[in-house]
């Protein structure tokens, strides 16, 4: 009997063991698991994938349960996380499933030895991989400069502007920015009463300037954002959002005041003893008291209200859908009729006999006598920000930079649009990011924030470079100029007349690529000299690293030389055009139209790669570790090895076509004047 009970119980020992082998659903057998690539780089706030495979071994099926385990069984950082977090096995194949692994912004940047883990029931494999977090979080601001109002007194004009800026000028044609306060916010309004410059911040700061060179910040005792600012009866009113109304009789000590509301109010005037005060929902409010006592007056409208003036014995009002009102006494209004409700006014001025409204998309109307209103041709696309009028006549302001001026209301010049500039490349050296493109013209900054134009005589340019001493820009039709500086330019004799592309600098060399398998090579930057190339298709893009020029061009045209003298045609494996080339991390990557992006680390042999559907890339930049490519519609593609990309789109809907580093900022600049800066 023990010796039957003996065998029972070594049987029973023996089943135990068989059904620990088996998986959930009872069914025995194993699993092996493996990852490729073996190692990953995940930028902080982002995520990479990785392939997964599991093999099933003796009839096993089931879902194996992935996790991320640290190598040496240390904790893992509880920002890596891994997605989908399983994988099913249903029959006898091998199952290969895309795995991502996620890295939050606050997951320190370093390498990780991790594992993937599979678990089964009592079943376990695992695979080792390796997980650099590399810094990330590289949002993009848009530097596109917004002109939001717009001021003459004493002989000068001053406008408002981002980033703690105003801008003066003497004659409306040559404008000199002023730092007032620095800060990401912008100065709203911008007003000169009784022989003071007043200018109002998004954050509730008032400053006050005798010539608009030198500021003195005021206590508003508010942080609303303040928008407007009129003078009468020797009393300042300011108002702003929530229905903030501020009165002060010197423009240094400001009173809060009830006004009854707390709708937006965009704007202020005086006039024949009373202010008035427009804003949001068709709101208006006067007051003949110093500002103390408001009064809702009926408007007739809902549309936000958004500016006023008063002049000829007259207040005017516009507004959003086309809204112009007048009142002789502030109480009573009547709607005129402009003839379209597409048109969205920002502003409204008088002078020289003539009330001028600006708004949305350039749009300028005119009236003699604010019943009768004219469109007139603004010559910018640019959406109109705020209108002043002068001796002389009017000058508007508005987004991109744009300025214009005009005598008499009606024929407008512009004076300063870079909406209209195209930028084609980038460099950066000693403090400054200097910029070309099209129409012919460099932009620089010593910030990346804001941005100077320099308009020139000398055709589109296309590419820019420096040396230690030299910046170097290149362009249509033979186009070589240099500056020591970014500031001063000098045109050189290139010898050619084809368009040139691209420039760049190398082992004490200038080297220019262009039309028709041009190269030019300059030691100085001065002299120049013809190279043969051994190939007639246009060249576009022209890189330098590891002691190795790389020049790119039309149908997968690839060259290279060790001392831009002697070339070498290479085959590159593809018949895309190619544009940029760029050296970084030990290797070169190149990119052009149909989605081409190829890596090589030698230049000679070359791998092309999936843009992940983005077509078509102009440049390519190689920026604090990571590789930058620009493309269309507001996209960027990142990389740290050139392999491995991610996109990301940028927040600003415009084609990029340049990229710069400096300063610890990477800088892009695409069509429309567009620029943006990360971090």
């Given at each position: 009997m023990k010796s039957a009970y003996r065998i029972l119980l070594s049987s029973l020992v023996a089943l135990a063991f068989l059904f620990a082998g088996c998986n959930q659903a009872g069914v025995p057998g194993s699993f092996t698991l493996s990852v490729d690539p073996a190692s990953v780089n995940v930028l902080q706030g982002e995520a990479t994938t990785f392939t997964v495979g599991i093999l099933p071994q003796d009839g096993f099926t089931g879902t194996v349960e992935l996790s991320l385990v640290a190598q040496d069984g240390s904790a893992v950082p509880a920002g890596l996380s891994l997605e989908p977090s399983s994988v099913q096995v249903s029959g006898p194949d091998a199952v290969a499933v895309s795995v991502s692994v996620r890295a939050a912004g606050d997951v320190p940047p370093q390498g990780y030895a991790l594992r993937i883990e599979g678990s089964s029931g009592s079943l376990k494999a695992g695979a080792d991989l390796g997980v650099e977090v590399r810094p990330g979080g590289k949002l993009w601001t848009p530097r596109v400069l917004e002109l939001n109002g717009v001021a003459y007194g004493g002989g000068r004009y001053v406008i408002g502007a981002d980033s703690g800026y105003v801008f003066t000028s003497d004659n409306a044609l040559d404008w000199s920015s002023v730092l007032v306060s620095p800060g990401d916010w912008m100065i709203r309004g911008v007003a000169y009463e009784n022989g003071?410059?007043?200018?109002?911040?998004?954050?509730?700061?008032?400053?006050?300037?005798?010539?608009?060179?030198?500021?003195?910040?005021?206590?508003?005792?508010?942080?609303?954002?303040?928008?407007?600012?009129?003078?009468?009866?020797?009393?300042?009113?300011?108002?702003?959002?929530?229905?903030?109304?501020?009165?002060s009789p010197d423009a240094a000590s400001w009173t809060a005041q009830n006004s009854g509301t707390t709708y937006s109010l965009y704007d202020v005037a005086y006039g024949n003893g009373l202010f008035v005060a427009v804003?949001?929902?068709?709101?208006?409010?006067?007051?003949?008291?110093?500002?103390?006592?408001?009064?809702?007056?009926?408007?007739?409208?809902?549309?936000?209200?958004?500016?006023?003036?008063?002049?000829?014995?007259?207040?005017?009002?516009?507004?959003?859908?086309?809204?112009?009102?007048?009142?002789?006494?502030?109480?009573?209004?009547?709607?005129?009729?402009?003839?379209?409700?597409?048109?969205?006014?920002?502003?409204?001025?008088?002078?020289?006999?003539?009330?001028?409204?600006?708004?949305?998309?350039?749009?300028?109307?005119?009236?003699?006598?604010?019943?009768?209103w004219t469109v007139q041709v603004a010559q910018t696309p640019s959406d109109l920000r705020g209108v002043t009028a002068d001796d002389t006549g009017f000058v508007a302001v508005g987004d991109n930079g744009a300025i214009i001026r005009s005598a008499d209301g009606v024929a407008w010049m512009t004076v300063s649009q870079s909406v209209e500039y195209w930028f084609s490349d980038g460099t950066f050296r000693d403090g400054t990011f200097?910029?070309?493109?099209?129409?012919?013209?460099?932009?620089?900054?010593?910030?990346?924030?804001?941005?100077?134009?320099?308009?020139?005589?000398?055709?589109?340019?296309?590419?820019?470079?420096?040396?230690?001493?030299?910046?170097?820009?290149?362009?249509?039709?033979?186009?070589?100029?240099?500056?020591?500086?970014?500031?001063?330019?000098?045109?050189?004799?290139?010898?050619?007349?084809?368009?040139?592309?691209?420039?760049?600098?190398?082992?004490?060399l200038f080297v220019?690529?262009?039309?028709?398998g041009t190269i030019l090579t300059s030691p100085d930057g001065v002299n120049w000299t013809a190279q043969t190339s051994g190939v007639t298709a246009d060249l576009v893009g022209v890189g330098y690293g590891n002691g190795l020029f790389v020049a790119v061009g039309e149908g997968g045209t690839i060259l290279t030389s060790p001392d831009g003298v002697n070339w070498t045609a290479q085959t590159s494996g593809i018949a895309a055009n190619l544009f940029g080339v760029v050296y970084g991390n030990g290797r070169f990557v190149a990119v052009g139209d149909v989605s081409a992006l190829g890596v090589s680390t030698d230049g000679v042999h070359w791998s092309w790669l999936s843009s992940n559907g983005y077509d078509g890339f102009w440049r390519i930049g190689y920026a604090d570790g990571t590789f930058v490519a620009p493309t269309y519609a507001g996209y960027t593609l990142v990389s740290m090895d050139g392999e491995q990309w991610l996109a990301r789109f940028t927040g600003v809907a415009a084609s990029f076509y340049a990229v710069a580093y400096g300063n610890g900022q990477i800088v892009m600049g695409g069509d429309s004047g567009a620029i943006i800066t990360s971090p």
């Open positions: 003071i410059f007043v200018a109002l911040s998004s954050e509730g700061k008032i400053f006050t300037s005798p010539d608009g060179a030198s500021w003195t910040e005021q206590d508003s005792g508010t942080t609303n954002f303040l928008y407007s600012v009129a003078y009468g009866n020797n009393l300042y009113v300011a108002v702003g959002r929530y229905g903030t109304i501020l009165t804003g949001s929902n068709g709101k208006i409010y006067t007051s003949d008291d110093d500002g103390v006592t408001w009064v809702e007056q009926a408007s007739g409208t809902t549309s936000s209200l958004l500016g006023v003036t008063y002049g000829n014995g007259l207040f005017v009002v516009v507004g959003l859908n086309g809204v112009i009102l007048t009142s002789s006494d502030g109480v009573n209004w009547t709607a005129q009729t402009l003839g379209t409700t597409d048109i969205f006014f920002n502003d409204v001025t008088y002078g020289n006999g003539l009330y001028v409204a600006v708004g949305l998309s350039g749009a300028v109307v005119t009236s003699p006598d604010g019943v009768n200097v910029f070309v493109g099209t129409p012919s013209g460099v932009v620089t900054s010593t910030d990346g924030v804001h941005w100077l134009l320099q308009l020139m005589d000398a055709g589109d340019l296309y590419g820019v470079i420096s040396s230690p001493d030299l910046f170097v820009a290149v362009g249509e039709v033979g186009t070589i100029l240099t500056s020591p500086d970014g500031a001063v330019w000098s045109g050189q004799s290139s010898g050619v007349t084809v368009d040139l592309s691209d420039v760049i600098y190398g082992n004490d220019v690529v262009g039309d028709d």
